[in-house]
């Protein structure tokens, strides 16, 4: 019965400790790592802006040109085309042109973006960036 009475008189606290960290103690570095995340991200965003791609279909009769973040920034017809009247080709030139365009502007930004990552790593991880291709 004592034994029971000592029980009840204890104050039960269920609560977790804070355990308090610096970032720089938080997974070797890690949660720098994340905090600088947005500023990483804004900057591949301008560097793949900046990137320019052109693509040709019918031998240079239409030229798309994109940026590496998938934009189409320009479209040039050559005039002695829009003179021949033939709109079906016309309409297939530019699409052609421009999936190519785009295909050129993802595998830019593919390895912007891997190059980019293998930067971010710290030394000896660099071979985990090949991971997202």
């Known amino acids: 019965m004592k034994?029971?009475?000592?029980l009840y008189n204890l104050h039960w606290d269920f609560r977790i400790p804070r355990v308090r960290t610096t970032k720089s103690k938080f997974m070797?570095?890690?949660?720098?790592?994340?905090?600088?995340?947005?500023?990483?991200?804004?900057?591949?965003?301008?560097?793949?802006?900046s990137i320019e791609i052109q693509a040709e279909a019918g031998d240079g009769a239409?030229?798309?040109?994109?940026?590496?973040?998938?934009?189409?920034?320009?479209?040039?017809?050559?005039?002695?085309?829009?003179?021949?009247?033939?709109?079906?080709?016309?309409?297939?030139?530019?699409?052609?042109?421009?999936?190519r365009a785009i295909q050129l502007a993802t595998e830019q930004e593919a390895a912007t973006t891997q190059n980019m990552l293998k930067d971010m790593l710290p030394p000896g991880l660099g071979g985990l960036a090949n991971m997202f291709k």
């Open 3 to 6: 034994f029971h009475r000592q």
């Open 62 to 99: 239409v030229k798309v040109t994109a940026n590496a973040a998938r934009e189409i920034l320009s479209i040039a017809i050559q005039p002695d085309l829009l003179a021949a009247g033939d709109v079906e080709q016309l309409e297939d030139l530019i699409v052609v042109a421009v999936n």
């Open 28 to 49: 070797f570095g890690m949660g720098d790592m994340m905090g600088n995340m947005d500023a990483m991200q804004k900057q591949m965003r301008e560097k793949l802006l």
